[in-house]
């Protein structure tokens, strides 16, 4: 009987550690490379002090932890001639100008740990940056290079 109890915690704590990982957002970073980034991955990691002004036209400012755009571009060789990010979600996607992103980051935390369904995390967060198109729970961010008769994706 003491094995069976033995053996029924070590699969409750084989699902616990399933559940996890089903949980803890996981981004597909898509340049020449591909790679996977979650909060525990070991790139670098930044603080940023950003406005957002979502589309309703509310405004927070908020200390926002994550990693740096520019070093998701080095890990994934983004292009050269790359002049946009599409970062999307399950239900949205835009287009962002790749100078204001190299100077964001893809955010995991916010101050006060506050995720009450607005924030939305993982989130782009970077100044200069319309806040329609800091989509929130990013799930894949992609190197594109748009000619000059292309509109921005956003929606």
Known sequence: ??????????VNDENRRAL???????????????????PGIDLPRANLTCTVECASGVR????WTGVPVAALAD????SG??????????????DVPIRPAL??????ERRGDRDDGE?????????GVPGERLVKRVERVSAVALNAE??????
Not at 1 to 10: C, D, F, I, K, N
């Open 119 to 127: 924030v939305g995390l993982p989130r782009l967060v970077a100044d």
């Open 150 to 155: 292309e509109e921005p994706r956003v929606g």
């Open 103 to 108: 100077g964001g980051i893809v955010a995991f």
């Open 60 to 63: 927070a400012t908020d200390e």
């Open 20 to 38: 996890a990982d089903r949980e803890r957002p996981r981004i597909e970073v898509v340049g020449r490379e591909t790679v996977i980034v979650s």
């Open 1 to 10: 009987m003491h094995s069976s109890s033995v053996e029924s915690t070590e």
């Open 81 to 94: 001639d790359t002049t946009h990010l599409r970062v999307e979600s399950a239900d949205f996607a835009a």
């Open 75 to 78: 890990a994934a060789d983004f």
